[in-house]
């Protein structure tokens, strides 16, 4: 499995939380709190606040191509290593067609 599909844009992990801390309940980044977990909802909405922040007056396009490409990867590694590679029961698990999980898995050279 390709783990490089987790840093398709390293320009994104390099974004301090700012603001969002504020938004999940956390002092800073580096405080005991930060490990606390927040809901998935929580983080994209965190991301995208902080995304657009740093586009300071640019513009945005093609964001939501961009935002599946980051998330669809490591989601897709994640539940093929919860399934132990069994792509089948991940498929299951995604609501996806097989094929449709193989297609996704090779764009995101996953396999």
Do not use: W
């Not at 300071?56 to 980051?70: C, I, K, R, S």
């Not at 490591?74 to 193989?102: F, H, K, S």
């Amino acid at each position: 499995m390709n783990r490089e599909a987790f840093n398709r844009n390293p320009n994104l992990s390099e974004i301090d939380i700012g603001p969002c801390t504020e938004v999940a309940g956390l002092d800073t980044p580096s405080s005991p709190a930060a490990s606390v977990e927040q809901p998935l909802r929580e983080a994209v909405d965190c991301a995208m606040r902080r995304y657009f922040d740093h586009l300071d007056g640019g513009t945005a396009t093609d964001l939501y191509a961009m935002v599946m490409a980051e998330v669809e990867a490591p989601l897709m590694a994640a539940v093929l290593d919860y399934t132990q590679g069994n792509q089948t029961r991940a498929a299951e698990i995604l609501g996806l067609n097989r094929g449709t999980l193989r297609k996704k898995l090779k764009q995101h050279d996953l396999i």
